[in-house]
């Protein structure tokens, strides 16, 4: 069964069995931080399929997030790319030592009523390598020290600053515009 025909057949189903239906797609260009013309059309698709939540991976980048509108008025979040949460670059790629996690609530007003997606939020993460080490750190929590000590953050200048603007260009580069913690 080839993929949008799958998805087709799942997520009606999905529907009737869950509260909200999240889609995780293995998808996207590598090392690229823009959704290409498959993941966009794809995302429609899901958002007109009555997806809530999709969660993209594969590139190795962070890749923007937006609210995609379905035929029928329905709103599915979408992040195109999470990054490498945790990874082991044989070739060093600055882009892939950041990652993310989205974080939201879901509020169902009255037993009848349908599960809305609120306080939606992006966590910056950041991929840490040393000798012999490996580690994630939110970025809130990720010092100059430890970048310093990184196998090759630390050869960049400003890295945190780096991660921290880069972040906020490419997550809400859609329009999502996301808090950043």
């Excluded at 991976?57 to 999470?82: F, K």
């Amino acid at each position: 069964m080839k993929s949008e025909e799958r998805l087709r057949a799942d997520i009606p189903r999905a529907r009737e069995l869950a509260d909200v239906v999240v889609v995780a797609m293995h998808w996207g260009t590598e090392k690229v931080d823009e959704p290409n013309e498959e993941q966009l059309a794809y995302a429609q698709l899901l958002a007109d399929l009555g997806a809530d939540i999709v969660l993209g991976s594969h590139p190795h980048v962070i890749q923007p997030v937006e609210w995609a509108e379905g035929v029928d008025g329905h709103r599915t979040l979408v992040a195109y790319g999470l990054g490498d949460v945790k990874s082991n670059h044989e070739t060093p790629h600055l882009e892939s030592e950041l990652a993310g996690m989205l974080a939201c609530d879901f509020v169902r007003q009255t037993p009848e009523a349908a599960v809305s997606i609120e306080n939606v939020r992006w966590i910056p993460l950041v991929n840490h390598i040393e000798e012999g080490a490996h580690a994630v750190y939110p970025l809130h929590d990720y010092t100059e020290e430890l970048a310093a000590r990184h196998t090759f953050l630390s050869q960049e200048k400003n890295p945190l600053e780096w991660m921290r603007q880069h972040t906020e260009e490419v997550i809400n580069s859609r329009g999502a515009n996301l808090p950043i913690e």
